[in-house]
């Protein structure tokens, strides 16, 4: 059984950045597109951003295009989410998802 753990969540001023990661325990960031979702309060889980298994191609939410990147490092054994500019709207429990492994996410709370 995969398990996928997020780190690097925490409190920041609007304007503020942080950089998720999330860490596999076994390989699969190279075999499966891996993404980014999360879940404001009272919300539906929505997708963030995700990463092709060549590492190469990404894609993003139109709600923060411009301000998070997420990228691999070239173990393939961890995926990142740098976000900046964050806005209070980008509050929320943040997930790491690959094929259908889930972690348990890390929670990303921006204060105006």
């Known amino acids: 059984q995969v398990q996928l753990v997020e780190s690097g969540g925490g409190s920041v001023q609007t304007g503020g950045s942080l950089t998720l990661s999330c860490a596999a325990s076994?390989?699969?960031?190279?075999?499966?597109?891996t993404g980014w979702y999360r879940q404001a309060p009272g919300k539906e889980r929505e997708f963030v951003a995700a990463?092709?298994?060549?590492?190469?191609?990404?894609y993003y939410a139109d709600s923060v295009k411009g301000r998070f990147t997420i990228s691999r490092d070239n173990a393939n054994t961890t995926i990142y989410l740098q976000m900046n500019s964050l806005k209070p709207e980008d509050t929320a429990i943040c997930y790491c998802?690959?094929?259908?492994?889930w972690g348990k996410g890390t929670r990303v709370t921006v204060s105006s």
């Open positions: 998802n690959a094929e259908r492994y």
């Open positions: 076994e390989r699969v960031f190279d075999l499966y597109t």
């Open positions: 990463l092709g298994r060549s590492g190469t191609s990404t």
